[in-house]
């Protein structure tokens, strides 16, 4: 179970970048969950080896772990994500007295692939119109179809395969598994609940919307004095064009007048989940709104439109406008690049970093890649990076390839700078304002 846990948690990524790719190239409603099954079927093929009432939950709360811990976007909601996929798949097989037929793992997976829809409903940015249900409802069909053949089809066949050659046993009948396993999804049914209920409770955003940061007006949005018009766009929601109505996030920014050199906007959640908006985009893009969901106690604020999904922020607490410092990377034939971290999110994981005012979690991007990236054709024989007060000199055969070296993007309160330091946390240098290639 902890093995398939790890390997369901960490491919999970993976699988979201695919899922998202053949959503662009494809371009039909729903075309994203057509890998929903593939999330779901480490759980499942774990319920075939066991056999077990509570192999499905225990895999799902394991590799949602997993998932969390590594820095999923969806933040702490993956976590009851993955904890009803477990339970679905437990349901799914305690139906059905031959759990080796093809039909429990056909119902299992089918189940616990579409309840993610329905899950990530709770806390989803809702459009304004009808269109909506008709979305979730598309999309919870592909997503079952997609279990029925990866979690469903696949695992059985795997299952099959195994046990053939002698690998898996198949697992023995126990008397009392059929109410063991009723009590255990009653419990983990009502737990779950609880859990969604504190979850959309908790991490509400509140009335209103802090704008802070590198600006010479701050403000809380709403705001009397600034009488803004809601607008309404149409555009792709979960593979379907709808309809939203808010208010533009570029008029929010710029009536925070900020200041010169302030380029990125930090959109934070009250959960703590944190992206960043370039000014670029947030000019460029007319799709980008502040939704509000709900009235009175019961409001919240919804960032919509963005061209990452990532940065689709629910529950949005804070807007902070950043000037960043930058970091040039200046080529051995005297090409001068800018470091953009937003081009490097695939790349990016996340570690505890020990900065000198304290120890922070930050997201990096191996150094190599962006070396080589910048200068792919010419030979490279070393690296300088400079920082106000030191510079180090690294040979390119200590760099390439090399995933532990990597450069950390931090953000203070007002601007971003960079750190080299490696995955372990340690930190080799900070600010770096410069990397030279010779």
Known sequence: MAVLAALGGVTSTYINTVSDAVHAILGFPGASQWA????????????????????????????GGVELMSGNSHGVIILLVDVVAGLCV???????????????????????SGSNVLVFQIFATLPQNIVAAGAIFILFIIAVASGVIFAGIIPKLLINSLTKAGIVKTPKKIIGHQKIGLVVILAVAILSGLLAIFLRTNFASGETIQITGAITNAYVFPNEEFD????????????????????????????????????????????????????????????????QQGKGENTSFDIVGPESSKAWVRNTAKLTVIASEGLEIITSVG??????????????????????????????????????????????????????????????????????????????????SFALAKMSGEVLLFPIREIGIQ
């Not at 437990?90 to 616990?112: E, H, M, T, V, W």
């Not at 150094?367 to 990076?385: F, M, Y």
């Not at 760099?399 to 309160?413: C, E, K, S, Y």
Request: proline share 5%; hydrophobic share 45%; charged share 20%.
């Open 36 to 63: 929903a099954g593939l999330h779901v079927i480490w759980i499942v093929l774990a319920m075939g080896i066991t056999g077990k009432p509570g192999t499905g939950i225990i895999t799902g709360i394991l590799k």
């Open 90 to 112: 437990d349901f799914g097989f305690l139906l059905f007295r031959n759990k080796q037929s093809l039909l429990p793992y056909i119902i299992a997976g089918g189940l616990a």
């Open 228 to 291: 803004l018009e809601a607008v309404t766009r149409e555009m792709e929601y979960r593979g379907l064009l709808t309809e939203f109505r808010g208010y533009p996030i570029i008029d929010v920014i710029e009536y925070a007048q900020p200041v010169e050199g302030a380029d990125t906007v930090l959109l934070e959640a009250s959960d703590g989940y944190a992206f960043l908006l370039s000014f670029e985009e947030i000019r460029e893009n007319q799709n980008i709104l502040i939704v």
């Open 335 to 416: 090409e001068e690049v800018t470091f953009n971290p937003d081009e490097w999110v695939v790349d990016m994981d996340s570690t505890q970093v020990a900065l000198p005012e304290g120890s922070k979690k930050l997201q990096g991007v191996p150094l190599w890649k962006v070396i080589a990236s910048v200068q792919p054709d010419q030979p490279i024989s070393e690296v300088v990076l400079s920082s106000p007060e030191e510079t180090m000199k690294m040979t390119w055969l200590e760099i390439n390839n090399n995933d532990d070296l990597r450069i950390f993007t931090v953000i203070g309160q007002e601007d971003i």
